[in-house]
């Protein structure tokens, strides 16, 4: 049986609790083999079954059961930090129809207030009309309602000066910053390693990812300063996810490996057998059930 380097080690040390992944063997799938099962992350929340980034989508992966959820994080005009994808409003919102005189739809040249006047579910389906842009903080009180676990992605940080403290702020005023979320239930990516680097000069004690897939040479300055790696699944094999994982990273832990997006059976399969972590899909339970994941 294959079991990742990082969960092996942690079990050893926490009783088979693991630490980044917040996993137990009361909590996890039966059998011996649970710890060479990647973990699904529900990308967006379960966003091929309700709209990308929403209360409704986060709610919707509490539903089918998965703990494990990913958002991005932008900011608005006056400074409220929301949760949205694009830096755009004009694929998941009708923002053209309600500021049809606009002549920018960015977030950032929006408040936090037009914002929410905006509706950000009748895109997807009719039955999620009145879905809302949530700000981060409503978010972050939803996935706590809902006792989740969150993969939080600084999306576009070039755009958004200071929004790494920021999140840092808002996750400490939601409760998310005390040692048992920190240690079991919160990881920060980004694309941009600067921002993550800076994320981890703040809070040290938060787990950290970097999506993309650096050179195998250049790893070892990524191990610096982040605990993953987390890149587009067509970009790696299983030599690269063993070269990962014969690194310590930031907390001295071997690093892992989250793919994405994969979004089918037989790719989740051939994903799993390349040793990756965890696998973050729009379609959690496809996933869930080709890989036995949890």
Same mark, same amino acid.
Do not use: C
């Given at each position: ?20 992944? @917040? ?7 039966? @059998? ?7 973990? +699904?992350?529900? %990308?967006?929340?379960?966003?091929? $079954? ?8 986060? #709610? *919707?992966?509490?539903?089918? =059961? ?30 053209? !129809? ?38 981060? *903080?409503?978010?972050?009180? *939803?996935?706590?309602?809902?006792? !989740? ?47 993550? *680097?800076?994320? %981890? ?25 982040? #605990?993953?790696?987390?890149?587009? $699944?067509?970009?790696?094999?299983? #030599? $690269?996810? &063993?070269?990962? %994982? =014969?690194?310590?990273?930031? %907390? @001295? ?9 994969? &979004? ?20 959690? #339970?496809? +996933?869930?059930?080709? +890989? @036995? =994941? $949890?």
């Amino acid at each position: 049986m294959y079991v990742r380097p990082a969960a092996a080690a942690t079990a050893a040390f926490l009783g088979l609790t693991l630490t980044v992944f @917040g996993a137990s063997a009361a909590t996890a799938a039966p @059998g011996p083999d649970w710890l060479s099962n990647p973990i +699904v992350y529900a %990308h967006r929340g379960a966003s091929a $079954y309700a709209p990308e980034n929403t209360l409704e989508s986060i #709610d *919707r992966a509490m539903t089918m =059961g998965f703990d494990w959820v990913e958002n991005d994080v932008q900011r608005t005009k006056d400074g409220e930090l929301v949760v949205i994808h694009d830096d755009t409003l004009l694929r998941t919102t009708n923002v053209k !129809q309600v500021f049809p005189d606009r002549k920018s739809w960015r977030i950032k040249d929006f408040t936090a207030a037009e914002i929410r006047s905006l509706d950000a579910g009748s895109w997807f389906g009719p039955q999620f009309a009145g879905a809302r842009v949530p700000t981060l *903080r409503e978010y972050m009180n *939803r996935v706590q309602r809902n006792r !989740q676990r969150l993969l939080l992605e600084i999306k576009k940080p070039e755009l958004y000066p200071g929004i790494e403290e920021q999140t840092l702020r808002v996750l400490e005023e939601t409760g998310w910053l005390d040692e048992s979320h920190v240690s079991r239930r919160l990881v920060i990516q980004s694309f941009s390693s600067a921002s993550i *680097r800076t994320v %981890h000069r703040l809070r040290p004690d938060i787990v950290t990812a970097y999506l993309g897939t650096p050179a195998v040479s250049e790893l070892p300055k990524y191990a610096e300063f982040t #605990d993953r790696i987390n890149p587009w $699944y067509k970009t790696i094999d299983g #030599d $690269y996810v &063993d070269a990962v %994982h =014969g690194l310590a990273g930031a %907390h @001295g832990k071997a690093m892992e490996v989250d793919a994405w997006i994969v &979004d089918d059976a037989e790719t989740a399969r051939q994903v799993q057998d390349m040793g990756v972590d965890g696998i973050i899909t729009d379609k959690p #339970d496809v +996933v869930r059930d080709a +890989v @036995g =994941g $949890y």
